[in-house]
């Protein structure tokens, strides 16, 4: 299972707690989890990635085991750590505006 | 035993005020959406425990939300947590996309910029939805980039109605500064295939065939902040309003200027009269009296404030021309908010109820058509937009 933690705002929009679990079918890569989760929580799509383009929203990025994945090509394999789950693939809203 | 429910949208949330009929205590539930701007919220008037919200973000983009039992819960349709491992989702309730196709749509063109060179359409938020008059189910949305959206599942699924974009003046449209946002969409009463809609800054725009063509209805506006003040497109139309015993006759509050057409916008005449200015961005009109109208009029372009700290409503019961101003109970010293073009409501008891919403967080009442004036509350977020429901 890999776990993603989502910011706030997207836990509340699809009544989720802080992390959550995804059974992610072969390679774990950004757009495999993101498949995943907008599958298992289709609220979010759009709310992450364009709907149209698939691009990373710009106000959101992508870390994991202390690096930041959002300008990692979409098909790279997420590390390890994050594959195996015992680390985190960690969504994050800028910190901007009021 | 009749009762007001308030639909209020702001910067950080929806809140939703209710009291029975004689508006006098009031019951306060949110914010729901906290955090997230909510640009619109509105009720069917064929059901109205069905609502829905035009949930928004910069960071997390667009989220439509749908209540079933008049705003208790909220549910984004058709996206419920599939269980099923690999099952696709059931919905889209989120997804605006502009209809390029072939078949139904229109190429995706440009429109002016800012600095007058031409722009790609890109959507970025809902501002105004608008249920249908007689399915529960059916919904219109006004956007930015302008362009109307229609649903007739309930919010699961949206399509463009394409005609309005791609009927020839796209290209002549341009941001005002809020955004070139379609703001307004009225439904014609008497005739089920007629809408009228308003965009900053293009224009009022009309159909008589239930979307498929649109043409503009802008003929006696004159815009001075323009190339051609007199032109087809182009103008900054804040908000245009009917009284549904009459829709023939409209009113606008245009970026300057009140404005009443006798022909279904066909042609306009300015009503501004005794205004201290006729710059503002509301306008309404009395649930009972079709020639009874309100305004809130706003200093300047540059200066989104009452004139001299003033909160003042002005309501004609002419039908513009002849204005008065209404102070009891609103404050006449020091106030600096504004009334954003969604926010002033009205409902349709007896003694007809108006409402609006401040930038200050104020949600102030009349229950006596303007006559005298309390706040239901005082401290919210920035109020964007304030819609009405009379339950009977």
Redesign the interface.
Known sequence: MIRVIL????R????VGAEVAL?V?GQATPRAVLDAL??????L????R???TQQR?P??RFFACERDLSHEPVDAPLPDAVASGAEPLLIL??IA?G | MSGIRVLVGTRKGAFVLTADGKRKQWDVSGPHFAGWEIYHMKGSPADPDRLYASQTSGWFGQVIQRSCDGGKTWETPGGGVTIEPGQMPKGESNKFVYDATPATGKPLTTHQWYDGTQHPWEFKRVWHLEPSLTDPDTVYAGVEDAALFRTSDGGTTWQEVAGLRGHGTGPKWQPGAGGMCLHTILLDPSDPKRLFIAISAAGAFRTDDAGKTWRPINRGLHSQYIPDPNAEVGHCVHRIALHRSRPKVLFMQKHWDVMRSEDAGESWHEVSGNLPTDFGFVIDVHAHEPDTIYVVPIKSDSEHYPPEGKLRVYRSRTGGDEWEALTKGLPQRDCYVNVLRDAMAVDSLDSCGVYFGTTGGQVYMSADAGDSWSPIVRDLPAVLSVEVQTLR
């Open positions: 910011p706030v705002h997207l509340t929009l699809a009544h059974d079918p907008e599958t298992h929580y289709p609220m799509r759009g709310t992450i364009d709907h149209v929203r106000f959101l809203g800028a505006g």
